[in-house]
């Protein structure tokens, strides 16, 4: 009897072992230690830190903050890569997108807003959807006013899921932790890539989301026609070191993401911030000695960065930044037109007495 129970017990164990193997199929690809990577067809994803994941290869870079009640995104890549995005943040969590937060309006950050909105759903009540339930059925689109303008604008018209819905027009915009996943301040620098930037800061997980104002795979993409300065993109840059924690000299502490590029820390921004910074004087130097935009392009002024931040000169080359850098500074420097006075009249000779 003991051997027919024990033969039981054994063949059980046996007829069970591939059902334990697929569960841990399934499971395991949800899991991913911090500094860890895998790929997932084109696209890598990394884990930045606790239930925050970056994902490379789609345009520019997207944050991933998984939490029990949904996904938060910052950012959308390229339109033709959302399949393969979805495909990514599925082996993350099972659990819908419910906000899609644009740093820009660039097309590789916006550019899979509406397929990935229309996968997701919002976290709503009654007190919010009202009569109009469909209106939680997609994910929302946040980010600063000028994108909504900006993709209202466009031609051909944007799909309406594809839009911000909750837009801002102040410094910084607070988001709860509870419908976001964590205490998530949006923070507007004025004037730096555009005057339409948004920085992301999870301030739980103390990840900082740059967006276009801080990458580290070229020069500063600064759009003048669209608001952007280079003076403002410096100011952007020690906002960043601002408002991040250093653990040990700017080493460490607050990880910061780039709109394109490798996780960074302070130090890394630093580094930025200073190239910038010695660029912009060197423009400004030529500006103030009435050089012409020839002139400036023609001296070199980032050769010695080239080998750092040329390294996609096809797409963006340092001449267009010293044009954009140039174009910002001499627009602050022209005087102002001012209507001319009006010639004095000579006063009247006086008359003689009679």
């Given at each position: ?97 419910t906000y899609i937060i644009n740093t ?158 490798r996780i960074c820390d302070l130090a ?87």
């Amino acid at each position: 009897m003991r051997a027919l129970v024990a033969f039981a017990l054994v063949t059980a164990a046996l007829a069970a072992t591939p059902v334990l193997r697929a569960q841990q199929t399934q499971t395991a690809p949800r899991t991913l230690p911090p500094g860890q990577a895998r790929m997932v067809g084109p696209i890598k994803i990394l884990n930045v830190r606790n239930n925050v994941y970056l994902l490379e290869g789609a345009g520019g870079n997207i944050i991933v903050l998984a939490f029990p009640e949904g996904v938060t995104l910052v950012d959308a890549g390229n339109e033709s890569m959302t399949t393969q995005v979805l495909a990514a943040i599925k082996t993350i969590t099972d659990k819908p997108i419910t906000y899609i937060i644009n740093t820009s309006v660039r097309p590789d950050h916006i550019g899979g807003n509406a397929k990935l909105a229309e996968s997701g759903r919002q976290i709503t009540g009654g007190n919010v959807t009202g009569n109009d339930p469909d209106l939680a059925q997609t994910a929302e689109v946040i980010a600063h006013e000028q994108v909504l303008n900006r993709m209202i604008a466009m031609q051909p018209p944007l799909p309406s899921n594809a839009i911000p819905e909750t837009t801002y027009h102040t410094a910084t915009l607070k988001l709860s932790t509870f419908y976001h996943g964590d205490a998530i301040e949006l923070v507007h620098p004025p004037a730096a890539p555009t005057d339409g930037d948004t920085m992301v800061w999870f301030r739980q997980n103390d990840v900082i989301a740059t967006g276009d104002v801080f990458t580290t795979t070229n020069y500063p993409v600064i759009d003048v026609d669209r608001g952007g300065s280079i003076n403002g993109e410096v100011d952007a840059l020690n906002h960043i070191l601002d408002i991040g924690f250093p653990e040990f000299r700017l080493e460490n502490g607050t990880l910061i993401v780039p709109g394109h590029g490798r996780i960074c820390d302070l130090a890394d921004v630093a580094y930025y911030r200073d190239m910038v910074t010695i660029l912009r004087d060197r423009v400004q130097d030529m500006v103030k000695k009435g050089s012409t935009l020839d002139q400036v392009k023609a001296a070199r002024l980032t050769r010695d960065y080239d080998p750092y931040f040329a390294k996609n000169a096809s797409t963006y080359s340092p001449d267009m930044f010293i044009e954009a850098a140039y174009r910002s500074l001499a627009a602050k420097a022209a005087p102002s037109a001012r209507p001319a006075a009006p010639a004095k009249q000579p006063a009247p000779a006086p008359k003689k007495a009679s």
